[in-house]
Nanobody, 128 residues
Framework: QVQLVESGGGLVQAGASLRLSCAAS????????VGWFRQAPGKEREFVAA????????YYPDSVKGRFTISRDNAKNTVYLQMNSLKPEDTAVYYC?????????????????????WGQGTQVTVSS
């Protein structure tokens, strides 16, 4: 397993941008699929974005498609989540998660249970 540390959260106004980072330990990070999830108070943790180890394949739900972009720099063992045009409904604790390898069935990238390594989360608050 890898150790994951998120950073970059904060308080912003609607329409602003933030970039979250997920820094990982381990020399084989480039072989891991990484996902971002978020959890708002009183709600279940939901999928936000995922990227395969090579960076070639990315996945997003409709709620963030076109606004959020996931990317990775394997030389720095870091995955990023660029969030643009933020909305108050994007307010949540954002978590990154990782799992070795990849899946051929896209739905697996979106499921919390597919990932075994999780960070502690970073708070994102978007005011209206």
């Amino acid at each position: 397993q890898v150790q994951l540390v998120e950073s970059g959260g904060g308080l912003v106004q609607a329409g602003a941008s933030l970039r979250l980072s997920c820094a990982a330990s381990g020399r084989t990070f480039s072989t891991y699929t990484v996902g971002w999830f978020r959890q708002a108070p009183g709600k279940e943790r939901e999928f936000v974005a995922a990227i395969a180890g090579s960076g070639d394949n990315t996945y997003y739900p409709d709620s963030v498609k076109g606004r959020f972009t996931i990317s990775r720099d394997n030389a720095k063992n870091t995955v990023y989540l660029q969030m643009n045009s933020l909305k108050p409904e994007d307010t949540a604790v954002y978590y990154c998660a990782a799992e070795p390898g990849y899946w051929t069935v896209p739905v697996y990238y979106t499921q919390r249970t597919s990932y075994n390594s999780w960070g502690q989360g970073t708070q994102v608050t978007v005011s209206s």
